[in-house]
């Protein structure tokens, strides 16, 4: 049977483009000429000859394995593909079987020329041809990238501005699919979790809303359900604050697998269009993400606390278990979770109360605070101010010996080009003179860009280090102003609460306050008001058996009496502090502000617990 064999990519040069039609025709005229008839064509219709990944191509293939082709038709060479070794094995490959192959425009016959030295060079020529095209299209869409022009489609919650091809608009139908996502992340859920409250509250997935809202057609599948996947990178998308990042993903190669380029090399252009999430809290979801990562949280909500995502086991490193128990009275608290799943041969229990570790964590973070005011952050702002002078210095000296050295080059090559033309017999003298002057420029070419690359990959990281700083401590001021802590809030400021056996723990910061912070000198304060508050106790004491009741000028001076450098408003907070705990109470006579209403017994068991 004799087959005819047509393929068109709609990206081929015009001069030479000739449509299937045309090409049916050039093949039909040919074997009527030659007293031949075709039995059956087979098409590729827009399709790049660089693949054999074409329908009609291996449908051919499959059929003269099966022995029902023997002769095949083409216009010319590129017409059987563009890739020079893989159209070159497939001639070969006709010529073992026997199978006839005859290309009408290059005059070719497998069954009548015995020289094919020829089709090497046009398969290379052809395969040229593919190349070139991609590289120039490549340097287009590069070029257009780098001027932050949108040369893809715009993501899920924006659209193309109807007035400005170039900009873009909220939908924002989609955008509140995003806040909530940004939400329910912030407040504790998993990616997993995110995607079932979506999927159960019948929320649309981001392909099916812009299948629906596409005019031009959606190429692909739809997703009908919410995954992690989706929620993820939703998430990590920092197109939702307002920037537009390019050249993101590269082909290496036609028609090969498009790899993640790194950060460093992407065009990156923020402030390029309306945010949907603002910067804090896309910062802060990242923030969490690294440290949910490095925990193994998955944000469950079986017993759930504040402190399950932080709180660890020192001696196994196992994460503590939340435990709710109802007897008389309800008991939240934590507990190993080796101890808890395998007993005392692996691990001791403890075991820590939740509502005393609120208290604690509270107070700790009040104390942070205290220590950042003043001195402390000043001297930060200088040390800022210090490097950022100090780093435009360096950048300045960087550019100015960088153009100096692309300006040296230039007349290098320069010079060598008129040396080699003025004296062609010794060409290769010159080119070995100044070869090697332009491999020494290069090298310190790119020496110096290595060097800009750095400097600006840390000045990235500084801002963002900083940023996460002033993050945690707005956060830090709103949790003592508020008094109340959140999942969000132990997520951005603590990173670790480590158990001993006893139940006494230890608060790592997040790296941000961590950084501002002498935890050391943090921990010296809380000891210190610990040994003073045992002293407050015990003044108590002394009053209720004397005259029943107390005042904060009083307490002030007996503190003092007993060696602490305290003022009455310094000892206002321990006062209010025995009033929460129902020690004393507050009362309208002046004389007699605090009235002790504890008995001995129980204020001397305070004191017993403060040792």
């Known amino acids: 049977m004799t087959a005819g064999y047509l393929r068109l990519s709609r990206d081929e040069d015009r001069k030479q483009y000739v449509s299937i039609e045309n090409q049916k025709l050039i093949v039909r005229q040919y074997a009527s000429a030659a007293g031949m008839g075709i039995d059956v064509f087979y098409e590729d219709d827009n399709i790049s000859g660089y693949t054999f990944e074409r329908p ?24 059987l593909g563009r890739h020079n070794a893989k159209v070159l094995l497939l001639i070969e490959d006709f010529k073992e079987r ?18 094919d030295d020829i089709l090497g060079i046009k398969t290379w020529y052809n395969e040229r041809y593919v190349k070139d095209t991609s590289r120039k299209l490549k340097r287009m869409l590069r070029a257009r990238q780098k001027e932050g022009t949108l040369a893809v489609r715009p993501c899920f919650g924006y659209s193309v501005m109807p007035d400005n091809k170039l900009g873009l608009s909220v939908v924002e139908s989609e955008a509140k699919i995003i806040r909530k996502i940004f939400h329910l992340y912030l407040d504790g859920s998993g990616y997993r979790k995110i995607a079932e409250i979506l999927n159960d509250e019948g929320v649309l997935t981001p392909s099916v809303l812009m299948k629906q809202r596409s005019s031009k057609g959606f190429s692909g599948t739809a997703a009908e359900r919410w995954s992690s996947e989706m929620v993820r990178e939703i998430l990590k998308n920092d197109n939702y604050v307002g920037t537009l990042r390019m050249h993101v993903r590269e082909r290496k190669t036609i028609h090969g697998t498009d790899l993640r380029v790194p950060k460093e090399e992407q065009y990156v252009f923020e402030n390029h269009h309306e945010a949907i999430i603002d910067a804090g809290t896309f910062r ?37 278990n939340l435990v709710r128990r109802k007897k008389r009275r309800q008991q939240t608290y934590f507990i190993c979770r080796t101890y808890n799943a395998k007993g005392k041969r692996y691990c001791s229990a403890h075991t820590l109360d939740e509502n005393e570790l609120l208290e604690a964590v509270l107070h700790y973070l009040q104390v942070c605070r205290e220590m950042l005011y003043g001195d402390i952050l000043e001297y930060r702002l200088e040390q800022r101010e210090t490097r950022e002078k100090q780093e435009a210095g360096l950048r300045k000296e960087l550019d100015a010996s960088l153009s100096k050295q692309q300006r ?12 080699m033309a003025a004296d062609m017999e010794n060409a290769h003298i010159w080119e070995a003179t100044y070869g090697k002057l332009e491999k020494d420029i290069l090298w310190q070419i790119r020496r110096l860009q290595e060097q800009i690359r ?15 700083a002033a993050n945690a401590i707005d956060i830090l ?18 990173d670790r609460i480590i158990v001993d056996r006893d139940g006494s723990f230890e608060i790592k910061l997040r790296h941000g306050l961590a950084a501002l912070v002498d935890e050391k000198e943090v921990a010296r304060k809380l000891e210190s008001e610990k040994n003073i508050f045992r002293d407050v106790l015990k003044v108590v004491l002394e009053e209720e058996q004397t005259r029943g009741y107390t005042s904060v000028k009083h307490m002030s001076r007996r503190l003092k009496e007993l060696g602490w450098m305290v003022s009455p408003r310094s000892s206002g907070p321990f006062l209010l502090q025995l009033v929460d705990m129902g020690i004393v109470k507050k009362t309208d006579n002046p004389l007699k502000p605090y009235a002790i209403v504890a008995g001995g017994e129980e204020i001397r068991g305070y004191i017993d617990l403060e040792k």
């Open 284 to 320: 802060t979801a990242q923030e969490i993400m690294v440290k949910r990562i490095r925990n193994n949280y998955k944000g469950q909500r079986v017993n759930y606390s504040i402190f399950s995502q932080c709180i660890f086991c020192r001696d196994c490193g196992n994460r503590m």
């Open 98 to 115: 026997g199978i006839r192959l005859i290309l009408v425009d290059d005059n070719y016959d497998s069954f009548h020329s015995e020289e």
């Open 454 to 468: 750095e400097l600006e990959l840390e000045q990235e990281k500084q801002k963002e280090s900083e940023g996460s």
């Open 56 to 79: 009609g191509m291996k449908k051919m293939l499959e059929d003269i394995d099966s022995g029902l082709v023997d002769t095949v038709l083409a216009k010319d060479l590129s017409r």
């Open 477 to 494: 001021d709103k949790v003592i102003a508020d008094k109340e802590l959140t999942a969000k809030d132990v997520e951005l400021l603590i």
């Open 408 to 419: 040296k080059l230039e007349v290098v090559l320069e010079q060598k080009v008129t040396k």
